[in-house]
């Protein structure tokens, strides 16, 4: 039982640590009228970890959720009211598209392509989003000159 103890102290001191480190978006998330409460922020990282364990994932900072939260926050599609469950969606198909995608794509590219479906082709609808990308990756997982033109066209 102390064991048990000593983990999930480990736990809420990681927890305190990465809520430490995405409330600093807040910064920037003010200017679209958006901020994230601690406690958000908390249930942001929860359901990230069960994304990451259902996907069978390790990541060891929380630097995609902060991208997200970053990178999302400046959408037109994102509000007060669905900022948070955005960010739950999104979390759920960007590692969903890591494994699709074999890790080939790196996690920054990843998203700016992600914010680039959402705010163009999909007008801001997560399950469009989320059609568009499986598409995506069955062509880049099938599709060998596509994934080098997909390539090519970052080296630019």
């Keep these: 039982m102390f064991l048990a103890e000593i983990f999930h102290s ?19 998330a003010k200017e679209f009228g958006l901020v994230l409460t601690r406690d958000e922020i908390k249930n942001i990282i929860v359901s990230r970890n069960q994304v990451l364990h259902s996907y ?7 630097e995609v959720t902060k991208e997200l939260a970053e990178v999302f926050c400046t959408s037109p599609y994102v509000d007060d009211k669905n ?7 999104l979390q759920e198909i960007f590692y969903y598209l890591k494994n699709e995608t074999e890790d080939m794509i790196g ?31 069955e062509r880049f997982r099938s599709d060998t000159p596509f994934r080098k033109s997909f390539f090519e066209r970052d080296e630019r």
Aim: charged share 30%; proline share 0%; with cysteine.
């Design 107 to 137: 996690d920054f590219q990843l998203i700016g392509m992600m914010k680039d479906y959402f705010d163009d082709i999909c007008s801001g609808s997560l399950e469009l989003l989320k059609s568009k990308l499986e598409e995506f990756a």
């Design 83 to 89: 900022y948070v469950s955005t960010l739950y969606e």
């Design 56 to 62: 069978g994932r390790v990541e060891l900072s929380v």
């Design 10 to 28: 480990l736990d809420s001191v990681t927890l305190e640590k990465y809520t430490d480190e995405i409330i600093k978006i807040n910064q920037k």
